[in-house]
């Protein structure tokens, strides 16, 4: 029997399960197959959608637009390769509140993915067999011709091969998040609580009252949130007006939440596009982006970004445009810009847009967009108040004309649309290590977040509805958390806002850890690290070399490569771990029908997984 080990449930270890069993489906292997997969939390959901967290974590894509399958259903059961989305799911367990628009809970997702499992299960063929092992995965070493798995629970298993799909994990803190951990950890009562799900976060410790700074005000900012109001009680009610009224429970802290832009996530436009849309750029295409340099790593600002932008305010200029005039006169603006990139030379929109009458108007600015703020200074708390709620406010009037309607969402969409081709410019070393660590990551990868991956419009409300309770306060642009040794306990102020400095007793860090092999705490990691089976990815060499914090790995099928520069091809590492070698790897689902990366890299494994002698 050939035993194959998969290391984590999460939606990454499913979908190499789900091809692996597809494959077996049509393929003879030879031989009997055993699929052993293990989780620490849960088997057939993970710890990130875990099935018994609360429904207040919310899912940040709408239903329609995910699956976890790789083929959408037909006339035969329910199997791998064929199944339901997420929404058509949800919608046989629970049609009253099924949406393809609306944002299931993820505790659902993870019923929906151990639904998967079970089917992909019940339809093994005969000479296939599932073991689900709930243990934790200490170490993994070579033993003969495979692997030792020793687990938690004492036990090992012996593996001819095995796919590392870990997922996120947490990190030793460093600079300023250490200097706060190390400040309550010498006091009694100060607590600092760092970067991890919020779902598993240490808060129901927090007494009521007591004033919380909360670090971040991105999609983590929302769920704690969510897990300090909805999860102590509160409850919001609608207005007469279309917005929110939250009635505190009284169990509730004081949140003091604060970022550098000083402004929540803006949420996602209302979504017009069926679950099966697919993108296609006029302008942001290879033949363009490599027109100045042909061969060799680009240059994010200098090549990709210029005709990114361009894209986005295409879009931006064409909706304006058919919402303002009509088609035809969206028509000629989109084929006038597409004529001036003939020459592959990266158009002035702009221009173009005002002699099609949009003078004035000026373009999007990721900037602008990502920092409303920049460079204002306010007089006081009440100045800083009604600046944030008048910049929620039309933020929630432009994502409710939706992201095709809407000039400025349907333009942000691109953003997230054209993720897959930046990503495959992106992997292994594809932009220069310069750009790669200032350009890419330090700079665009933060407001392509901020900008294309926002919340439901209701969490906007919520924030809202919070600041007039005063249950939350934002304590404005360039916020400062530090430690205040006289007073023994945290600070949080605003350099921009007046008066803008308060103290409080607990600190939230919610941000999503940035993946590091060198920081990370899992007992796994550390042993594959210090053994030299996982390397850090490094781009380039020299003083200019950019050691991206990735597991080094070798391109589809993504083997680890070893201290010895040598690729282990009975090893698979994908997802989380390799971020930054690759990009964006925390995408965790495909769109019904259509086979991204995500899909496209479990069948990869897959396939090298059941290749004869493998």
Not at 233 to 241: E, I, M, V
Not at 345 to 373: I, K, N, Y
Not at 492 to 517: F, T
Request: some cysteine.
């Amino acid at each position: 029997m050939k035993r194959i080990a998969v290391v984590g449930s999460g939606p990454r270890g499913l979908i190499v399960v789900e091809r692996l069993a597809a494959r077996l489906a049509e393929e003879d292997t030879g031989r009997p197959i055993e699929i052993n997969l293990i989780d620490a939390v849960e088997v057939g959901a993970g710890r990130i959608y875990r099935t018994d967290q609360p429904d207040w974590f919310l899912m940040n894509t709408v239903a329609g637009m995910v699956s976890a399958f790789s083929g959408v259903p037909d006339e035969g059961p329910t199997r791998a390769g064929s199944g339901p989305s997420l929404y058509e799911w949800w919608r046989e367990r629970d049609p009253d509140n099924a949406s393809p628009d609306g944002y299931a809970p993820r505790a659902e997702y993870g019923r929906y993915t151990r639904f998967l499992l079970d089917a992909v299960e019940a339809n093994l063929p005969e000479h296939a067999l599932l073991v689900r092992t709930h243990a934790y995965v200490e170490d993994v070493v070579r033993a003969g011709d495979g692997y030792r798995l020793s687990l938690s629970t004492g036990d090992e298993l012996l593996a001819d091969q095995v796919v590392l799909t870990t997922g996120h994990s947490t990190v030793e803190p460093v600079g300023r998040e250490l200097e706060l951990a190390e400040f309550a950890g010498a006091r009694p009562g100060p607590r600092f609580i760092d970067g991890e799900s919020p779902a598993d976060m240490p808060m129901d410790a927090i007494d009521a009252g007591t004033p919380v700074g909360v670090i971040g005000l991105g999609l983590s900012f929302y769920d704690v949130m969510a897990a300090l109001t909805l999860g102590r009680g509160g409850t919001f009610h609608p207005t007469d007006t279309g917005g929110l009224r939250y009635v505190p429970s009284g169990d509730e802290p004081v949140l003091i939440a604060g970022s550098r832009s000083g402004m929540p996530v803006p949420a996602r436009g209302r979504n017009q596009k069926p679950p099966r849309f697919s993108y296609r750029p006029r302008l942001f295409m290879p033949g363009n982006i490599r027109s100045q340099t042909p061969t060799g790593p680009l240059d994010f600002l200098g090549d990709v970004y210029p005709w990114l932008i361009a894209e986005v305010n295409l879009v931006y200029y064409a909706t304006m445009l058919r919402r303002d005039a009509d088609e035809t006169a969206e028509r000629g603006f989109v084929d006038a810009v597409t004529r001036a990139a003939e020459s592959a030379v990266v158009p002035d929109v702009p221009a173009v847009a005002a002699d099609h009458g949009l003078a004035g108007v000026p373009a999007l600015d990721l900037d602008e967009l990502a920092h409303p703020f920049a460079g204002r200074t306010f007089a006081g708390r009440s100045e800083f108040d009604d600046a944030l709620r008048a910049a929620i406010t039309a933020d929630l009037t432009e994502a409710a004309h939706g992201n095709v309607g809407s000039p400025l969402k349907a333009g942000l969409d691109v953003l997230r649309d054209c993720r897959g081709p930046i990503m495959k410019m992106a992997d292994f070393s594809g932009f220069n290590p310069v750009s790669h660590r200032r350009d890419f990551v330090g700079w665009y990868a933060a407001r392509s977040a901020f900008l294309a991956a926002g919340p439901p419009a209701m969490r906007l409300r919520q924030v809202l509805a919070l600041l007039e309770a005063g249950v939350l306060r934002i304590i404005g642009p360039l916020a400062v958390f530090a430690t205040d040794s006289d007073a023994g306990r945290f600070s949080v102020s605003s350099p921009r806002v007046s008066g803008a400095h308060e103290h409080v007793d607990v600190i939230i860090d919610a941000r999503v850890p940035d993946p590091n092999l060198a920081r990370d705490r899992s007992r796994l990691t550390r042993r594959l690290r210090e053994r030299g089976t996982w390397t850090g990815y490094v781009n380039g060499d020299g003083p200019e070399a950019f050691a991206t914090g990735g597991v080094a790995v070798t391109t589809s099928p993504y083997h680890p490569i070893g201290r010895d520069g040598e690729p282990d091809e009975g090893l698979y590492v994908v997802g989380i771990p390799t971020e930054h070698t690759r990009w964006f790897m925390q995408v965790g689902s495909n769109r019904p029908g259509l086979w991204g990366d995500f899909v496209h890299d479990g069948d990869a494994i897959a396939a090298h997984l059941l290749k004869e002698g493998g």
